[in-house]
Each structure stands twice: as C-alpha cells, then as structure tokens.
C-alpha cells in the first residue's frame, strides 16, 4: 500500500468530516520514511484539530468588536474570517483565543467564523469552522439635538441624521432619565406636555444584532437640549374681541378668524344643555380644537322661551351656565334664539327685543359672546319683507348695551337666501349673515350662491350645518360634507356643526346614552357624523 493511500484510509476513519476535506488536501504528496505520515493511525489523528467553539464578541466601540473563543488542543494558530459577499475570507491569523477587529464603521452588522489550524510539516491543516457570530459595531454619537415647533404641550425634536436607523429619546422625569419614544427617523415630536414648564431631552442611536429583540448596541448619547413650552392659551385669549372685516370675521389683532364650533340640540329638551358643562365644553375645546360653542334655545317649539314664563327662566338660566362655561374656558358663545315653526321672526319679535335686551346688558363686557337673532326664517318670508326689518330692531336693541358683539342674522328659507342680503345689509358694520346647510340637501347650487356672496363682498357664517338629510336624521353624506367644509376653508367662512348632542338622529355627534355632561376624549363615544366632524375640526 503507497504511503498516501494508507494516510486516505487512516483519514476516512478519524477525522471528522468538517476536517476532512481541508486535512485530506494538505496531505503532502511525498513523505519521508518515519515522519509524522508514517502509516499508522494514531499520526493520522495527531494531523487532525477541533472545530472552534464558544465564539463570543464585545463591541468595544463604533469601530472596534472584539472576539474571543475556546482554545482548541494541539492548535498551532487560529484563522479569524469575516463575510464578505457570501464567503468568510481571513481577516487575522492570531495564536491566542482573542481579536479585535478595528476600523469598522459605525452601526454596522458583520458575521464572524473561526476556525483553528496546525502547522504540519510548515502547512496549515485546518479545523472546522466555528458556528457563524453575528454582532455590530456601535452607532456614532447623535449630535446637532435641537428643539422647533414649540406650543404649550408639544415640541419637536430634531438631529443630524447619520448612519442608523433607529434613534431612543430619553426624557428628564424627577432627575432620572427616563426613555419615552423609539424612531427611525431623526425626528421625534413630544406631546402632552405642560405648559409654560421646562424639559430636557437627549438622543441616542441603537442597533441590535440579527435575531436580537432588543437594541444591544447604543451611540453615545447627544448632548441635552432644555426647552421651556409656551403658557397655555385659550381662543379668546388669544384672539379677544371678534369684529367683521370684509366678508371676513377677524380677531383682536385684525387676522381672519375662523369659527369652528358645536352647536347644542334644544336645550330645554332631555337635558341636551348638559353638553354646556366645564368638562364637556374643555374636551371639545381641546380634544375636538372647537373655538365656540353655540347655544340654541329654541323659541316656539314645546318647552321653548315664549311657551311658559317657566321655561323662559329655565332656558335663561342655561344660557348663563354656558355662558360662564365658555367665559371660564376661553371660548366663544353663540346665544341662539332658535325659530323654526315660528317661521317669521316678527312672531315673537317682542320677546326677542326683550331677551336681548337682557343679555346683552349682562354680557356687555364679555369678549366672548356673539348673538345669533333668528335661527331660521323661513315659511316664505323674505329679507326685505320682514326679516331686515326685525333685525334692525333687535340689533339696536343690542347696541343700546353691547357696542361691539358679533351678530349672526338669519336669513330666508331657513337661511338659505343669503343672496337677498346683497346690496341691502344691516347698517350696523358687526353683523353677518346666517347660511345654513344640510350636505345631502344642499350641494352646488348653494355651495355657488356662497361663492357669490362671498366674492361680493357679503360677511356670512355658516352657524348651523349637518353631515346628513335637513332633517336631521338619515342621509349621512360625507362627500357633500367635505366639499362644503373644503369651500369653507377656503374662504375662512366658519361653521358650527349640528348638533353636541346623542339624541338618536344621524346628526348627532354622540352615541345615545352618551353622558353630555362628561363626554369622553376620543372616539369612543362618537357616531360616525361625530368621528368626521371631530377629525376635520382638528386637522383644519
Ligand atoms: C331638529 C332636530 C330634531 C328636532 C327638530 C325640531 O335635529 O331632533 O326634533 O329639530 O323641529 C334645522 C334646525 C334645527 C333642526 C335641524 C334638523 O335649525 O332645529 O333640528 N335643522 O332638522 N335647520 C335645518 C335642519
């Protein structure tokens, strides 16, 4: 038997198979007689090493991972390989159990195999290769941290962007750093704050190994960055008395101004005034971002103003709670006195003078309060034949007390005919005129006669539209919606949407059995005309 044959044989028997191959092909060709290669199986086996286990690694820095793993007997010396392209050529030929490897870059993944060697004859025969390590280096340092878009409960943080993809934002909370938001993008928005209250904030990059579920590996951290928010502010706050400009409603400062608000279903009917809580009104405040809540008190229909001294006081009262409410919560009010069957407004015209005679000698000083005369005329009643008249009247009524209060004048077909107002509007330069819409009754053709109005100059506030049929129940139509709110913002022409209240109707915005006088944040008690409304509210 030739001598390489034998050492085939002895092979086949005592290496493993991962060591074969690589232990078969640096068999020398030719051997001297009595070398290691000298026909019997225990030198066979002395050619052999072990496969490498225990490969284990410490990312040392953004650049730098070191590795360690289990000696192997009878290893001369140790092969360490990185993937590159599919395959693990030799990055380091070292003796000992440990390498670091160096100038990688930042928040990089690499995958490490070694496997042992012995030197026979001047050749290296190899050993299997280690299971595969798979580790990262550390991402950089985040840096550049700033603060922008600061309001009374949110700020937004930014940094320079490097290479990684995940970011953790760490918050000060009672002199620890507390974690409170995970990225991908260098950019974090932190809500929910307090206003006019300082915070800090710093950054940091993290990347984790393949099949790890947590970050193991984290940049330093930025430097801190302190922000104070802005003192909280209110809607009256910030823009006080309201006054007509144009075909425009405008603030304190001279800016448009637009209304977008929640009106209340009759509120001596169940008891729909509960909506007019401190509670309720903050949420829709803040939640749904209404600036004014309209209170409509209706004045004919059962249990209405002019039905009963009774009712009179009870309706009075309200007004006041909502009111005050409002006041305190720094939103504009809408005291309504609500016609409807009554039709022409001259039928309680009387009442009318009287009711805002009071109120307007009560609310004088108010910043936040504006007057709404007559819901809906209608019954073929016209601008100049009846309608202008009563409003001359109420409003010098008004006047007489409250110099300054926006009024909302309705106008004819349940204030639809706001075209009959061209050329022939009030005298008195604080009034605008009432367009009411319900979106699957009235689509272009109105939408167009408030283009008009609009362009000519003519000051109109929608103080009363619905997502559905114009009375109030079936018909949801939340195309015809958008299209009249998308015109109104355009036109910064305000709305009031009917109505806060659970009534089972389709204009409702809460579920029935909603508790009006707690209405929850969110969602959860909302109708599906309530989720659209609240969602455009708070987007436009
Ligand atoms: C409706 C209420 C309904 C109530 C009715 C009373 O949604 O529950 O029974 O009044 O007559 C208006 C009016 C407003 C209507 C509303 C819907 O201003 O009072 O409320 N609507 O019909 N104009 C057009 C539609």
Known sequence: MSLSLKLRKAAAVFLTSAALLTAVAAVPQESAAGSLWSGTTITAEAASVGKVSGLTSKTLS??????SWKKVSGASGYSVCMRKNGK??????????????KNLPNATREN??????????????YGAYSDNRNTATNPQQVTQLKTSSVTSSSVKLTWKKIGCTNYRVYQLKSGTWKEIATVTTNAHTVKNLGANSSYQFKVRACKRDDKKTNYNHYGKYSSVVKVTTKKATTPVASHGQL???????VDKNGKVFKIKGMSTHGIMWEDYSDILSKDSLKVLRDDWKCNTIRIAMYTQEWGGYTTGSSYASQAKQKVKTGVENAKSLGMYVIIDWHILSDGDPRTHQDEAVKFFTEMSKTYKDYDNVMYEICNEPNGGITWTGGIKSYCQKVVSAIRKYDKDAVIICGTGTWSQDINQVLGNKLSDKNCVYALHFYANTHTDWLRNRLKDCYNKGLPVLVSEFGTCDASGNGGYNSTQTKKWLELL?????????WS?????????AFVSGTNLKAIPSGTSKLTTSGKLIRDWYRNH
Not at 62 to 67: G, R, V
Not at 120 to 125: A, L, N, Q, S
Not at 500 to 508: L, V
Request: hydrophobic share 35%; proline share 2%.
């Open 243 to 249: 006054s007509v400009k144009g075909a425009n409603i």
């Open 500 to 508: 806060a209240s659970d009534k089972g109707e389709t204009a409702s």
């Open 88 to 101: 693990y050529p030799q990055i380091a030929d070292v003796k000992g159990t440990t390498y670091t490897v």
């Open 112 to 125: 490490f195999k070694v496997r042992a060697y012995k030197l026979v004859k001047g050749k290296k025969v």
């Open 489 to 497: 913002d355009s036109l910064n022409v305000g709305y009031i949407n």
């Open 62 to 67: 953004n650049s730098e991972i070191k590795l």
